[in-house]
């Protein structure tokens, strides 16, 4: 007889109490409660992830767990806000095992420590599919400073943090290691790229930079030249970027070397999850120099410009301009 | 050519942006944004479901969205909160169609609207298996006045507001419409059995009597029986229940003269969707009173005692204890 699984009760005490905050009450009432900071407005976000389309069902349980909850402090950290929270669904697929559910509960409770950020309540459900987790985040800033999508003016300059292209690149590796541009990479590289694909880092030291100099921000998550697009088409604006100027990994610039083509990949891939923000010109040194003393890296990539064309990426040799800029799951 | 399938974008302009109260900043940020009234605590539930497994597949779409909230609306009242607002994870299968989207955001936002509890927020994902949906629900009670689950004392006397059982009588009808023990019952009468399960009436009025008086409340969403022993038996403490005292409605009434044994049914059955409270004998005509003060009927129907044993409930010719006494979906 295969040992007898446990009850619903038994894998919240076992695996999501250590998880909890105090807003929790324990897991144990029908409903968290938060006394949220004076002064403050509280910002919300949800994201969702399915096994087989948002990750593979074979990625390391502990990397599913981290990963849900780091999609989803990445939005609170653009909107400048301090997380304070999570709520979990979690949806099993029929075949669930105790032993995914340890290293998921692991990965995703060492994101909520690392990101300040506890279990504040949940449900389990089966999915009568695949796994599917939908992470409902909640954050802090003080009141009316969230920092907007939509309010980027032209003249701003465009900044982005860290390096971008990097999870573009692990995913084409994840899905087949024996890329032709990949044989030269060193084992440190594969793995970085890999890393950052499967263990997005959440840019939550860039909140207070942002709050004070940013005019407008997003998280890059569906690709660079569509999130831009995003963030200024809406508006009647656009962009001019220096492909240049686009911070790359030595790993990605290794790639770049071997494959010249991959820029596209680099440019328009998804799982970033660094911040594309609007800064006034003025205030750009202003905001590099907070990045930096919050220990994170930043440069300034481009300009908004009025017009409704995509943005348009300067890249050697000519202008590009890309149509189907991000990628959609849906 | 089949006509082509409205983009994530086209679908949110068009479907949910109507359902969206002023924190979802037009559902064209990354995030909402509340500012919590001051002086308040925020409190969080969050439940999901499944076609197939927690409804039907083919319910009528707009009963699936206003059971959605419905039920986590029902766990606010519950608390003594009054909703602020909602965030949806709506994952489609692959064979969604846009009727059954327009049907499900119109029964959506008709609760939305009731309940006072707009869309904040949501995220759209393929499922890749049947119809989720998760709702995190948001509401608001003055600080440090969440009533609690876990905190019923010996000789509190149990109350419920509303009628107890229908739901389940409407669940066995909805399987099969055939059953022998409806036979005699108006189409009246069946249609409000059907009805109590599709459409849940979550008590948001009882929320001022539940923090003026309760000691501990929950709702009644997977059987009486069960709900009482979980918010008892944690604290070593039971109930004896006089069966006579459950308010049946007349549809459940009717049922019960034509076939006794479905008491069973009526107390464990789930999907009441009604409150369930402990509270002090010497307040129980104030609760009453306030309940009806908020146009709700509400009754005493037992006393918490100490004991470990399963809340007994004495019916005609002896006492029933129901070990298995709730529905695990999970």
Chains 1, 2 share one sequence.
């Not at 990479?185 to 939550?204: K, Q």
């Amino acid at each position: 007889m295969p040992p007898r699984r446990p009850t619903e009760d038994e894998l919240i005490a076992r695996y999501f109490a250590p998880l909890a905050g105090a807003a929790a009450l324990g897991l144990t009432d029908d409903a968290g409660c938060l006394s949220p900071s004076p002064g403050h407005d509280l910002v919300l976000t949800v994201d969702a992830v399915v096994a087989g389309i948002h990750f593979f069902p074979d990625d390391p349980p502990a990397s599913i767990g981290r990963k849900a909850l780091a999609v989803n402090a990445s939005d609170l950290a653009a909107k400048g806000a301090v997380p304070v929270g999570f709520l979990l669904t979690l949806a099993l697929p029929d075949d669930w095992t105790e032993s995914f559910l340890k290293g998921f509960a692991q990965g995703l409770g060492d994101a909520a420590r690392d990101f300040g950020c506890p279990l504040i309540g949940g449900d389990t459900v089966r999915s009568g599919g695949p796994l599917t987790l939908s992470v409902t985040a909640l954050g802090e800033v003080p009141a009316g400073r969230m920092v907007r999508r939509l309010a980027a003016k032209p003249g701003d300059r465009i900044c982005v943090t860290g390096t971008i292209g990097d999870a573009a690149l692990g995913l084409l590796l994840r899905r087949r290691p024996g890329q032709r541009w990949a044989a030269g990479l060193t084992l440190d590289r594969r793995v970085h790229l890999i890393d950052r694909y499967l263990h997005p880092n959440p840019r939550l030291r860039a909140a207070g930079a942002l709050r004070d100099y940013a005019s407008a921000a997003m998280d890059v998550s569906d690709g660079l030249a569509g999130d831009l697009a995003k963030m200024l088409r809406p508006l009647g604006l656009s962009a001019r970027v220096e492909a240049a100027d686009v911070p790359l990994s030595p790993a990605a610039r290794s790639v770049l070397a071997a494959e010249p083509g991959l820029i596209d990949a680099i440019l328009t891939g998804g799982d970033d999850y660094e911040v594309l923000a609007a800064v006034p010109d003025a205030a750009v040194p202003l905001f590099l120099d907070g990045l930096a003393q919050a220990g994170l890296s930043g440069a300034a990539i481009g300009t908004v410009i009025e017009g409704t064309e995509p943005p348009c990426f300067l890249v050697e040799g000519g202008v590009r301009r890309f149509e189907r800029a991000s990628y959609s799951h849906f």
